[in-house]
T-cell receptor, first 115, second 114 residues
Framework: DQQVKQNSPSLSVQEGRISILNCDYT??????FLWYKKYPAEGPTFLIS?????DKNEDGRFTVFLNKSAKHLSLHIVPSQPGDSAVYFC??????????????FGKGTLLTVNP | KAGVTQTPRYLIKTRGQQVTLSCSPI?????VSWYQQTPGQGLQFLFE???????NKGNFPGRFSGRQFSNSRSEMNVSTLELGDSALYLC?????????????FGPGTRLTVL
């Protein structure tokens, strides 16, 4: 059972435009969400996170939005740059107890930003 | 600070063999977690070690094991290799652990089982 889903395996956008990457989750115990970026032959790099007590977190060109009622989060990149081309993983973590506190990852979305 | 390092970067083994992968965390980080990445399953949590003790475990068979040393370096062992074990194995470190801290990943070890 996939608890974190990234339904778009790939996304292609033009340089300068907005990139929107989406993520859905099913486990209501998740209360902390992260986005990681991964280039080929490298490990994932932490990008931005959001706690469930917030609905938005911004860091430079990157903004993450959380809709708890819909169990949905999205990552906005504005403006998109060719160097943003990578695989983006959404991850979720629950509060302590049981197995919810480990990071559960989506399968990733390959973002290609065209010059 | 130096990042998380993993050795070797690439490995080729045959079915039935065993393999040991190594991970050196960021200096000062006491938690080391291991993940398996495959095209079909994405990134899946294997286990976490903290202060030389396995603290959390994912849903993998007992062929997958690990340990952590007093200097926080960690090793992961896979015995009786199967074709399906071919994957990128990622190690991540954090100061206090997966339940509270952001994890920092190494570049991974690409294991191919023939």
């Amino acid at each position: 059972d996939q608890q974190v889903k990234q339904n778009s395996p790939s996304l292609s956008v033009q340089e300068g435009r907005i990139s929107i990457l989406n993520c859905d989750y099913t486990n209501s115990m998740f209360d902390y969400f992260l986005w990681y970026k991964k280039y080929p032959a490298e490990g994932p790099t932490f990008l931005i996170s959001i706690s469930s007590i917030k609905d938005k977190n911004e860091d430079g060109r990157f903004t993450v939005f959380l809709n708890k009622s819909a169990k949905h989060l999205s990552l906005h990149i504005v403006p998109s740059q060719p160097g943003d081309s990578a695989v983006y993983f959404c991850a979720a973590r629950g509060n302590s107890g049981g197995s919810n506190y480990k990071l559960t990852f989506g399968k990733g979305t390959l973002l290609t930003v065209n010059p | 600070k130096a990042g998380v390092t993993q050795t070797p970067r690439y490995l080729i083994k045959t079915r039935g063999q065993q393999v040991t992968l190594s991970c050196s965390p960021i200096s000062g980080h006491r938690s080391v977690s291991w993940y398996q990445q495959t095209p079909g399953q994405g990134l899946q949590f294997l286990f976490e070690y903290f202060s030389e003790t396995q603290r959390n475990k994912g849903n993998f068979p007992g062929r997958f094991s690990g340990r952590q040393f007093s200097n926080s370096r960690s090793e992961m062992n896979v015995s009786t290799l199967e074709l399906g074990d071919s994957a990128l194995y990622l190690c991540a470190s954090s100061q206090q652990g997966i339940s509270t801290d952001t994890q920092y990943f190494g570049p991974g070890t690409r294991l191919t089982v023939l």
